[in-house]
C-alpha cells in the first residue's frame, strides 16, 4: 500500500512536472512578451541596416499598446520623414506622404523586409504569433553574470499560419529576453535576434540595443539603437489608426 | 576533257521533251526549295526581330546575376561609361537605358502587384515598338517624368483610363520605401497578354528618383543592324569591358541566352523543315532516275560500238556523268534563278496568309510575311538536290560499265 | 479488257515501272507519315492543354477571367449542378474549383502562385493533377491543410515533403488570409512552370481559408470525346448556356479559352496541304516522263492499232488507264507504308524532351504520337490520283496522235 502511494505520488510529480515545465516555459515567454511589449510604450531609436557595399540609418518613433497594436513613422532622414506603418489586428497599412495615401498592404509585400531591413513585413504583422502559435518547453537554464537564463524550445502548433520550423529563446530570469532564434524545418538556423546593452529606462530594465542578423552571411544585419523608450500605462486607442497614420503630428 | 562535255551537251539534246521535262523537275526542286527556305528563314527572322523589339533588344548589358535573379540592388553604376563604349563599338543600331524594379500599383479601386520600368523616351523609341503599340492617348515625351504607359488588360483590371493617377509602391535600391504618383499618359497593347496585364512604364529619371537609383540603371537593351551582327558586336563589347576593370562586373547576354526558348523553338522548326525537303528531293530523285536509266539502256547499242572502237569504259562513264551533271546544272541554275526571283517579289511585296492574324498578333508579327533572299537560301537546297541526283545517276553508270562490247552491239 | 491489257502494259518494262511507282509510293507515304506526325502533335498539344485545367468547357463568372479574383465568383451552384446535371449527356465529368492567386512562403522562399481548390475524386477524371503525382500521395477530400505540389515547385522552394508551406492571400472581405498547409504530394507536368505555378488544396480548405461559403471560382467540364474542331463542344456550351439562363455566368469551350491554339491549328492544316501539292509536282514530272518514254518505245504498236482502226479516243483511254493503275498501286502501297510506320511509332511515341526550353516556350508535347486523320489520307489520295490522270493526259494525247506512217517509219 505504501509503495503503491510511493509510485502514485513519484508518478504525480514526474508527469506534472513535465507539465510544470510546459506551463512553467509558457509562463515564462508570456511575461517576458509582456514585459517587452509594457501595457503601452513611446520610444525613438535608430535603425540601421548594414550590407555588404551600404548601410542606411533612420530615426523612427515607435507607439505601441498591448500586445498587438504599433505605429512606427519614420523622423530622419528628411527624405522619408513622415513615412509610416500602422499594424492593428491582423492588418498593415503603409502611409507614404509624398503620394500621400494610405495603402493597405497586401499579400505580397508580407515576406518583404520592413523599410528593407531584415526584420519581413510579416515579422511586424505578427508580432503576437510568438505567444498565440507556438508550444513553448524549458530546455534548460544557464547563469550569466549571477542572473539565470532561461533557454526554451518553441515549436508551432501544427496548424499554426507561420513559416518557422522553430524558434529558441534566451529569457532572463528578470523577463528580459535576450535573443530569439528562427529556424527553418530542417532546423537549420535562417536569422537570429538578439538584446543587449541593459539599463534602466523609466522604471525597469531593458535591453537599448538590438539586432536581426541573418545567419548565413554574417555582414547582413539590422541594428535597432533605442535612443529613449518610455513605458507608460495606457494610449488613446485613436492613435491607432489610420488617421493617425496619416497625420502623425510631424 | 571538252570534247566528253561538247558530246555529252549534245546528247541529252537528242531527246529534247525528255531532257526538258529532267530539267523542269530539277528546276522546279530547286526553286521549291529556294523559295521555301528563303520564306521559312525569313519567317525566323522576323519573329526574332519582332520579339527582340518588344522589349529585350537583341543583346543587353547587365550586372552579372542580373538575368537569373532580377534585384534592384544589380544595378549597372555607371551607365555614361558604358554608353562610351557602345558609342565606339560597330553595328550597333540604337541603345537605350532602362531601370525596373516590382511595386504595388493601386488605382482608386484596386491594387496589384506590377514591374514598373524607367524608360529614355527618345531612345526606346529607336529601340523597341513600343510606341507604336499605343493604342490610346500618347507615347511619353523627353521630359516626362511622372508620367506612364499602362497595358491594355491591366487599365482594365485597374479600372483606370488617359489622366487618370496612379499609386506606385516599391521598396528601391537602398531599401527605402519608394512611392509615387503617376498619371497615366497613354495604353499600349502589345497582343502578348502576360506584358499587357504586368507592366507600367514610367519617364527613367522619375523612376531613378523615386527608387534611390542615383544615375544607375539595370539594363542597356542594344539593337544591332542585322541579326547576323550579334555575335560579332557581343564580342567587342565584351572586349571593350575585359579592359576597363571598373566594368568588370558587367555581363552582355544575346537574345538566346535571355530568351532560349525562342532559339530551340526555331531551331526544331529548321529540322523538321529540312526533314521535309529531304523528302522532298528524294521524290524527285526517283522521278527522274528513270531518265538517267533511259540513257544509258536505250543507246546499249551505240555505247557498244563506241566500246568497240576503243573507247576506254572510263571515258564512257565520264561521258553519261556529264550528260546528268549537265542536266541537273542546267536545273539547278534555272530553278535557282526562277526561284530568287520569285522569293524577291515575294520580298517586297510580302505574303498574307489569311486566318492567322490572331496568331501572329500575339507575337507581335506583322500580318504579312516575308521571304528573305540569301546566300544559304539561294544556295543550300540546290546544292542538295545537285548531291542527290548525281548519286541517284550513278547506278546506271555502274551498269554500264560491266557492258561487253558484242553484246551490246547486237542488242539494238 | 482494257483493264487487263493496261496492267499488262505497264508491267513489260518492270525496272521503269518500278522506278516510277518508288517515287509515288515516296511521296504517298511521306504525305500520310507527315500529316500524321503533325495531327499527332496537334491532338497531343490540345489534350496538353485541355488536362492542364483548361479541360472542355469551362463556366466562370463573367468577369472572372479578366479579372481572377474572389469577388469574381459563381454563388448558386444549385443552379449550376441543375443545368449540368441536365444538359450533359453520359460520360460528361465535371469539377468544380476556387482558384485565386496567392502568396506561398516557407522560412527561407516566398513566391506568388495560383492555388486552386479542387474536389479531388472528381477533379482526378477530368484534369491531370490525379494520375501526376510522382512521389507521396494525391488528395483525398477529408483532408485538413494538406497541399500538392509540383515537382519544379519543390526545389525552387528548397522544400520537400512532409514541410509546411504557408499560404496567404485576400478573402472576400478583403482581409488578409494565411494558412499553414502540409506538402503531402508532388506532382509532374508537361512544363515546369506549370509545376511551378500551381498549388492544389481540397475545396473545402480554399472554402474556408477565403471566408466563400459556397462560390467557387470556375467548374471544369470534360467531355468524353475529343473534338479537335471545337463544333461538339461549342454545342454543349451551348445548350449549357440555355440551361443556365444567367447572364453573370459565362460558358466557354477549350477553343474559346485557348484562341492561339485554335489559330495554330487551322494554320497547319493549311500548311499540310501545300506540301501535299508541292509533293505531287514532284512526282509529277516522274510520271509524265516515265509515260512519255513508255509511249515513244511502243509508237509503232500504237500506230499498228490506229491502223486497225482504233479510235483515238480508246487509245487516249487505254494510256490513262495504265497510269490508273500505276497511280492507284502506289497510293495503295503508300498508304499501307504510311500505316506501318505510323503503327511501328505509335506505341512508343517520338521523345522530344530534348528540346526542353523549346517545348515550354511553344506549348509542345513532350511526347509525339502519329495520328492518322481519315480526311488527310482522303485528300493525299484524291490529289494524287486526280492530277496524276490530269498530267497523263499529254502523253496519252500523244500516244493517240501517232499515224501508222510515223510509226512504220520510226523502224
Given at each position: 500500500?505504501?509503495?503503491?502511494?510511493?509510485?502514485?505520488?513519484?508518478?504525480?510529480?514526474?508527469?506534472?512536472?513535465?507539465?510544470?515545465?510546459?506551463?512553467?516555459?509558457?509562463?515564462?515567454?508570456?511575461?517576458?512578451?509582456?514585459?517587452?511589449?509594457?501595457?503601452?510604450?513611446?520610444?525613438?531609436?535608430?535603425?540601421?541596416?548594414?550590407?555588404?557595399?551600404?548601410?542606411?540609418?533612420?530615426?523612427?518613433?515607435?507607439?505601441?499598446?498591448?500586445?498587438?497594436?504599433?505605429?512606427?513613422?519614420?523622423?530622419?532622414?528628411?527624405?522619408?520623414?513622415?513615412?509610416?506603418?500602422?499594424?492593428?489586428?491582423?492588418?498593415?497599412?503603409?502611409?507614404?506622404?509624398?503620394?500621400?495615401?494610405?495603402?493597405?498592404?497586401?499579400?505580397?509585400?508580407?515576406?518583404?523586409?520592413?523599410?528593407?531591413?531584415?526584420?519581413?513585413?510579416?515579422?511586424?504583422?505578427?508580432?503576437?504569433?510568438?505567444?498565440?502559435?507556438?508550444?513553448?518547453?524549458?530546455?534548460?537554464?544557464?547563469?550569466?553574470?549571477?542572473?539565470?537564463?532561461?533557454?526554451?524550445?518553441?515549436?508551432?502548433?501544427?496548424?499554426?499560419?507561420?513559416?518557422?520550423?522553430?524558434?529558441?529563446?534566451?529569457?532572463?530570469?528578470?523577463?528580459?529576453?535576450?535573443?530569439?532564434?528562427?529556424?527553418?524545418?530542417?532546423?537549420?538556423?535562417?536569422?537570429?535576434?538578439?538584446?543587449?546593452?541593459?539599463?534602466?529606462?523609466?522604471?525597469?530594465?531593458?535591453?537599448?540595443?538590438?539586432?536581426?542578423?541573418?545567419?548565413?552571411?554574417?555582414?547582413?544585419?539590422?541594428?535597432?539603437?533605442?535612443?529613449?523608450?518610455?513605458?507608460?500605462?495606457?494610449?488613446?486607442?485613436?492613435?491607432?489608426?489610420?488617421?493617425?497614420?496619416?497625420?502623425?503630428?510631424? | 576533257?571538252?570534247?566528253?562535255?561538247?558530246?555529252?551537251?549534245?546528247?541529252?539534246?537528242?531527246?529534247?521533251?525528255?531532257?526538258?521535262?529532267?530539267?523542269?523537275?530539277?528546276?522546279?526542286?530547286?526553286?521549291?526549295?529556294?523559295?521555301?527556305?528563303?520564306?521559312?528563314?525569313?519567317?525566323?527572322?522576323?519573329?526574332?526581330?519582332?520579339?527582340?523589339?518588344?522589349?529585350?533588344?537583341?543583346?543587353?548589358?547587365?550586372?552579372k546575376g542580373y538575368l537569373d535573379d532580377k534585384k534592384i540592388r544589380l544595378v549597372i553604376k555607371d551607365p555614361d561609361q558604358v554608353a562610351k563604349v557602345l558609342d565606339t563599338v560597330k553595328g550597333i543600331d540604337a541603345y537605350t537605358f532602362r531601370a525596373s524594379g516590382f511595386s504595388l500599383v493601386s488605382s482608386n479601386k484596386r491594387t496589384y502587384g506590377v514591374v514598373v520600368i524607367g524608360i529614355d523616351p527618345i531612345k526606346e523609341a529607336r529601340v523597341s515598338t513600343i510606341k507604336s503599340l499605343i493604342r490610346k492617348g500618347n507615347y511619353l515625351k523627353k521630359d516626362d517624368e511622372y508620367t506612364a504607359l499602362i497595358g491594355e488588360?491591366?487599365?482594365?483590371?485597374?479600372?483606370?483610363?488617359?489622366?487618370?493617377?496612379?499609386?506606385?509602391?516599391?521598396?528601391?535600391?537602398?531599401?527605402?520605401?519608394?512611392?509615387?504618383?503617376?498619371?497615366?499618359?497613354?495604353?499600349?497593347?502589345?497582343?502578348?497578354?502576360?506584358?499587357?496585364?504586368?507592366?507600367?512604364?514610367?519617364?527613367?529619371?522619375?523612376?531613378?528618383?523615386?527608387?534611390?537609383?542615383?544615375?544607375?540603371?539595370?539594363?542597356?537593351?542594344?539593337?544591332?543592324?542585322?541579326?547576323?551582327?550579334?555575335?560579332?558586336?557581343?564580342?567587342?563589347?565584351?572586349?571593350?569591358?575585359?579592359?576597363?576593370?571598373?566594368?568588370?562586373?558587367?555581363?552582355?547576354?544575346?537574345?538566346?541566352?535571355?530568351?532560349?526558348?525562342?532559339?530551340?523553338?526555331?531551331?526544331?522548326?529548321?529540322?523538321?523543315?529540312?526533314?521535309?525537303?529531304?523528302?522532298?528531293?528524294?521524290?524527285?530523285?526517283?522521278?527522274?532516275?528513270?531518265?538517267?536509266?533511259?540513257?544509258?539502256?536505250?543507246?546499249?547499242?551505240?555505247?557498244?560500238?563506241?566500246?568497240?572502237?576503243?573507247?576506254?569504259?572510263?571515258?564512257?562513264?565520264?561521258?553519261?556523268?556529264?550528260?546528268?551533271?549537265?542536266?541537273?546544272?542546267?536545273?539547278?541554275?534555272?530553278?535557282?534563278?526562277?526561284?530568287?526571283?520569285?522569293?524577291?517579289?515575294?520580298?517586297?511585296?510580302?505574303?498574307?496568309?489569311?486566318?492567322?492574324?490572331?496568331?501572329?498578333?500575339?507575337?507581335?508579327?506583322?500580318?504579312?510575311?516575308?521571304?528573305?533572299?540569301?546566300?544559304?537560301?539561294?544556295?543550300?537546297?540546290?546544292?542538295?538536290?545537285?548531291?542527290?541526283?548525281?548519286?541517284?545517276?550513278?547506278?546506271?553508270?555502274?551498269?554500264?560499265?560491266?557492258?561487253?562490247?558484242?553484246?551490246?552491239?547486237?542488242?539494238? | 479488257?482494257?483493264?487487263?491489257?493496261?496492267?499488262?502494259?505497264?508491267?513489260?518494262?518492270?525496272?521503269?515501272?518500278?522506278?516510277?511507282?518508288?517515287?509515288?509510293?515516296?511521296?504517298?507515304?511521306?504525305?500520310?507519315?507527315?500529316?500524321?506526325?503533325?495531327?499527332?502533335?496537334?491532338?497531343?498539344?490540345?489534350?496538353?492543354?485541355?488536362?492542364?485545367?483548361?479541360?472542355?468547357?469551362?463556366?466562370?463568372?463573367?468577369?472572372?477571367?479578366?479579372?481572377?479574383?474572389?469577388?469574381?465568383?459563381?454563388?448558386?451552384?444549385?443552379?449550376?449542378?441543375?443545368?449540368?446535371?441536365?444538359?450533359?449527356?453520359?460520360?460528361?465529368?465535371?469539377?468544380?474549383?476556387?482558384?485565386?492567386?496567392?502568396?506561398?512562403?516557407?522560412?527561407?522562399?516566398?513566391?506568388?502562385?495560383?492555388?486552386?481548390?479542387?474536389?479531388?475524386?472528381?477533379?482526378?477524371?477530368?484534369?491531370?493533377?490525379?494520375?501526376?503525382?510522382?512521389?507521396?500521395?494525391?488528395?483525398?477530400?477529408?483532408?485538413?491543410?494538406?497541399?500538392?505540389?509540383?515537382?519544379?515547385?519543390?526545389?525552387?522552394?528548397?522544400?520537400?515533403?512532409?514541410?509546411?508551406?504557408?499560404?496567404?492571400?485576400?478573402?472576400?472581405?478583403?482581409?488578409?488570409?494565411?494558412?499553414?498547409?502540409?506538402?503531402?504530394?508532388?506532382?509532374?507536368?508537361?512544363?515546369?512552370?506549370?509545376?511551378?505555378?500551381?498549388?492544389?488544396?481540397?475545396?473545402?480548405?480554399?472554402?474556408?481559408?477565403?471566408?466563400?461559403?459556397?462560390?467557387?471560382?470556375?467548374?471544369?467540364?470534360?467531355?468524353?470525346?475529343?473534338?479537335?474542331?471545337?463544333?461538339?463542344?461549342?454545342?454543349?456550351?451551348?445548350?449549357?448556356?440555355?440551361?443556365?439562363?444567367?447572364?453573370?455566368?459565362?460558358?466557354?469551350?477549350?477553343?474559346?479559352?485557348?484562341?492561339?491554339?485554335?489559330?495554330?491549328?487551322?494554320?497547319?492544316?493549311?500548311?499540310?496541304?501545300?506540301?501535299?501539292?508541292?509533293?505531287?509536282?514532284?512526282?509529277?514530272?516522274?510520271?509524265?516522263?516515265?509515260?512519255?518514254?513508255?509511249?515513244?518505245?511502243?509508237?509503232?504498236?500504237?500506230?499498228?492499232?490506229?491502223?486497225?482502226?482504233?479510235?483515238?479516243?480508246?487509245?487516249?483511254?487505254?494510256?490513262?488507264?495504265?497510269?490508273?493503275?500505276?497511280?492507284?498501286?502506289?497510293?495503295?502501297?503508300?498508304?499501307?507504308?504510311?500505316?506501318?510506320?505510323?503503327?511501328?511509332?505509335?506505341?512508343?511515341?517520338?521523345?522530344?524532351?530534348?528540346?526542353?526550353?523549346?517545348?515550354?516556350?511553344?506549348?509542345?508535347?513532350?511526347?509525339?504520337?502519329?495520328?492518322?486523320?481519315v480526311q488527310d489520307i482522303a485528300v493525299a489520295g484524291l490529289v494524287v490520283l486526280i492530277l496524276g490522270l490530269l498530267v497523263s493526259l499529254y502523253p496519252a494525247f500523244k500516244a493517240a496522235r501517232f499515224t501508222p506512217i510515223q510509226a512504220m517509219r520510226k523502224y
Open positions: 500500500m505504501r509503495r503503491t502511494m510511493l509510485i502514485v505520488v513519484i508518478l504525480f510529480f514526474a508527469v506534472s512536472s513535465q507539465v510544470l515545465a510546459q506551463m512553467n516555459a509558457e509562463t515564462i515567454v508570456k511575461n517576458a512578451f509582456d514585459y517587452w511589449r509594457g501595457e503601452a510604450s513611446v520610444s525613438t531609436s535608430i535603425m540601421t541596416i548594414h550590407r555588404s557595399d551600404w548601410e542606411r540609418s533612420m530615426t523612427i518613433k515607435t507607439w505601441t499598446r498591448g500586445e498587438s497594436d504599433s505605429l512606427f513613422v519614420i523622423t530622419k532622414p528628411a527624405k522619408d520623414r513622415g513615412n509610416g506603418t500602422l499594424k492593428t489586428g491582423n492588418g498593415m497599412w503603409m502611409y507614404n506622404p509624398k503620394v500621400n495615401r494610405v495603402i493597405k498592404l497586401p499579400p505580397s509585400m508580407m515576406s518583404q523586409g520592413w523599410q528593407g531591413s531584415d526584420f519581413s513585413n510579416n515579422d511586424l504583422a505578427k508580432s503576437d504569433s510568438l505567444i498565440k502559435d507556438y508550444v513553448h518547453t524549458l530546455e534548460g537554464t544557464k547563469a550569466d553574470q549571477g542572473k539565470n537564463i532561461y533557454l526554451i524550445k518553441s515549436m508551432p502548433k501544427p496548424d499554426a499560419p507561420v513559416i518557422w520550423g522553430m524558434i529558441k529563446l534566451s529569457i532572463r530570469e528578470d523577463n528580459i529576453l535576450l535573443s530569439e532564434a528562427f529556424f527553418d524545418e530542417d532546423f537549420k538556423a535562417v536569422k537570429i535576434m538578439t538584446a543587449w546593452d541593459i539599463r534602466k529606462t523609466s522604471d525597469k530594465l531593458f535591453p537599448m540595443k538590438w539586432k536581426m542578423q541573418k545567419s548565413d552571411a554574417i555582414d547582413e544585419y539590422t541594428q535597432f539603437v533605442y535612443e529613449k523608450i518610455d513605458f507608460i500605462k495606457s494610449l488613446r486607442k485613436t492613435i491607432f489608426t489610420r488617421a493617425n497614420l496619416k497625420n502623425s503630428g510631424l | 576533257m571538252s570534247i566528253e562535255l561538247k558530246m555529252a551537251w549534245r546528247n541529252i539534246w537528242r531527246n529534247p521533251r525528255r531532257t526538258l521535262l529532267t530539267i523542269a523537275a530539277i528546276a522546279f526542286a530547286s526553286m521549291i526549295l529556294v523559295f521555301m527556305l528563303s520564306f521559312q528563314l525569313g519567317c525566323y527572322e522576323t519573329m526574332i526581330n519582332t520579339s527582340v523589339k518588344i522589349s529585350t533588344g537583341h543583346l543587353q548589358v547587365q550586372a488588360h491591366l487599365s482594365n483590371n485597374l479600372k483606370v483610363d488617359i489622366n487618370d493617377e496612379l499609386i506606385i509602391l516599391g521598396q528601391g535600391r537602398d531599401g527605402s520605401i519608394a512611392a509615387a504618383v503617376l498619371t497615366i499618359k497613354g495604353i499600349f497593347d502589345s497582343g502578348i497578354d502576360e506584358f499587357d496585364r504586368n507592366v507600367i512604364m514610367m519617364g527613367l529619371k522619375g523612376f531613378q528618383e523615386t527608387f534611390s537609383m542615383g544615375k544607375s540603371v539595370h539594363e542597356t537593351i542594344i539593337t544591332a543592324d542585322s541579326l547576323g551582327d550579334v555575335a560579332r558586336v557581343k564580342q567587342e563589347i565584351k572586349a571593350c569591358f575585359a579592359n576597363a576593370r571598373e566594368d568588370g562586373y558587367l555581363a552582355v547576354p544575346d537574345w538566346m541566352e535571355i530568351m532560349p526558348g525562342l532559339l530551340q523553338g526555331i531551331q526544331m522548326d529548321l529540322v523538321s523543315g529540312i526533314i521535309m525537303y529531304i523528302i522532298l528531293i528524294i521524290v524527285v530523285a526517283f522521278s527522274i532516275f528513270n531518265t538517267f536509266l533511259m540513257a544509258v539502256f536505250e543507246r546499249t547499242r551505240e555505247f557498244g560500238v563506241m566500246m568497240a572502237i576503243g573507247t576506254s569504259p572510263l571515258r564512257m562513264t565520264k561521258l553519261v556523268m556529264f550528260e546528268s551533271i549537265c542536266m541537273t546544272t542546267v536545273g539547278i541554275v534555272l530553278g535557282i534563278i526562277v526561284g530568287s526571283l520569285v522569293t524577291l517579289y515575294f520580298q517586297n511585296k510580302g505574303i498574307y496568309i489569311a486566318g492567322t492574324e490572331d496568331i501572329l498578333k500575339q507575337y507581335g508579327i506583322p500580318d504579312r510575311l516575308y521571304p528573305r533572299l540569301s546566300l544559304i537560301s539561294a544556295s543550300a537546297g540546290p546544292l542538295i538536290v545537285f548531291m542527290i541526283t548525281f548519286v541517284s545517276s550513278v547506278f546506271p553508270v555502274l551498269k554500264l560499265r560491266k557492258l561487253k562490247p558484242v553484246e551490246a552491239m547486237t542488242k539494238g | 479488257m482494257y483493264a487487263v491489257l493496261a496492267w499488262r502494259n505497264i508491267w513489260r518494262n518492270p525496272r521503269r515501272t518500278i522506278v516510277i511507282l518508288l517515287a509515288v509510293i515516296i511521296g504517298v507515304w511521306s504525305m500520310i507519315f507527315l500529316g500524321a506526325l503533325m495531327r499527332g502533335m496537334e491532338t497531343e498539344m490540345v489534350r496538353n492543354s485541355i488536362s492542364t485545367l483548361t479541360g472542355s468547357i469551362q463556366i466562370h463568372h463573367k468577369g472572372y477571367r479578366n479579372d481572377p479574383v474572389v469577388e469574381n465568383s459563381m454563388e448558386d451552384t444549385d443552379k449550376l449542378d441543375k443545368a449540368l446535371n441536365t444538359t450533359l449527356g453520359q460520360g460528361a465529368l465535371w469539377a468544380k474549383r476556387v482558384r485565386v492567386n496567392a502568396i506561398a512562403s516557407n522560412a527561407r522562399h516566398s513566391g506568388g502562385v495560383t492555388l486552386v481548390g479542387i474536389e479531388p475524386e472528381k477533379e482526378a477524371y477530368i484534369s491531370f493533377v490525379g494520375k501526376a503525382m510522382i512521389s507521396g500521395r494525391y488528395l483525398t477530400s477529408e483532408d485538413k491543410n494538406k497541399i500538392v505540389v509540383g515537382r519544379a515547385f519543390l526545389k525552387k522552394f528548397n522544400t520537400k515533403i512532409g514541410n509546411k508551406l504557408i499560404l496567404m492571400s485576400q478573402d472576400t472581405q478583403k482581409e488578409i488570409v494565411s494558412r499553414a498547409f502540409r506538402i503531402v504530394g508532388i506532382f509532374s507536368a508537361e512544363s515546369e512552370s506549370v509545376e511551378k505555378q500551381f498549388v492544389f488544396v481540397p475545396l473545402s480548405q480554399a472554402m474556408g481559408m477565403l471566408k466563400m461559403r459556397k462560390s467557387i471560382s470556375e467548374v471544369s467540364i470534360l467531355l468524353p470525346e475529343l473534338d479537335i474542331s471545337g463544333k461538339e463542344e461549342a454545342l454543349a456550351a451551348k445548350r449549357l448556356t440555355a440551361a443556365i439562363a444567367d447572364d453573370t455566368y459565362r460558358v466557354e469551350t477549350w477553343q474559346q479559352l485557348l484562341p492561339m491554339m485554335k489559330a495554330y491549328l487551322e494554320m497547319s492544316g493549311f500548311f499540310l496541304y501545300i506540301w501535299y501539292f508541292v509533293v505531287f509536282v514532284a512526282m509529277g514530272f516522274g510520271i509524265v516522263n516515265t509515260t512519255l518514254m513508255a509511249i515513244f518505245e511502243r509508237m509503232r504498236e500504237f500506230g499498228l492499232m490506229k491502223a486497225l482502226g482504233m479510235r483515238p479516243f480508246q487509245i487516249i483511254k487505254g494510256v490513262v488507264t495504265e497510269t490508273f493503275f500505276l497511280l492507284v498501286l502506289g497510293i495503295l502501297t503508300g498508304n499501307i507504308l504510311g500505316f506501318l510506320s505510323v503503327a511501328a511509332i505509335a506505341k512508343n511515341g517520338i521523345d522530344l524532351s530534348v528540346l526542353a526550353a523549346g517545348v515550354e516556350m511553344w506549348g509542345i508535347p513532350r511526347k509525339l504520337y502519329p495520328e492518322i486523320w
